[in-house]
């Protein structure tokens, strides 16, 4: 008796999740991370996420994991001569330059908004960090200048890095 209840409700469960369709998703949050750089499968993903009910995105890892790696990589970036301020970090494991990565992020960010899917930047904000907040290779955490860098950096990532 308590299995064919059991599996009664698992079917009726199954059933009713199916047939809310492609455009519902059970759940409030339905998200996916991207982790590679690779613009034709991130524009093919982003194209299909409304299929399965995504509604925001994160972008990390490979795409986007380096916060000064991204924000000296203009369009017109020459790797050769980076921007001098790198000098000044202790640039971490994952920092890398890549000419064209505002473009790309633009061209991702464009198409998850046409499809109305919200899309968010995993900063790892305490990569990259200039060295005037370390002390004995350590990042001081009660540093007061810290936390104003962090907020100026968030603020420079939405808005695009100013001259410096």
Known sequence: MKRSLLASLLAMSISLVCARGADTSPFALNGWQFHDYNIPKLEEAVRRAPEYGVNFLIFSHEFFRSTEGFLA????????????????????????????????????????????????????????????????????????????????????????????
């Open 73 to 164: 990589s203009a369009d017109d970036l020459d790797p050769q001569n980076p921007p001098a301020y790198l000098q000044d970090l202790k640039l971490g494991g994952a920092f890398k330059l890549h000419r064209g990565w505002h473009g790309d992020m633009r061209k991702i960010a464009a198409l998850a908004t046409e499809r109305k899917i919200s899309f968010y930047m995993w900063l790892h904000e305490f990569n990259d960090i200039p060295n005037r907040f370390l002390k004995d290779n350590m990042l001081q955490m009660d540093d007061p200048g810290l936390f104003p860098f962090l907020e100026d950096r968030y603020l420079q990532e939405g808005a695009g890095r100013a001259a410096r």
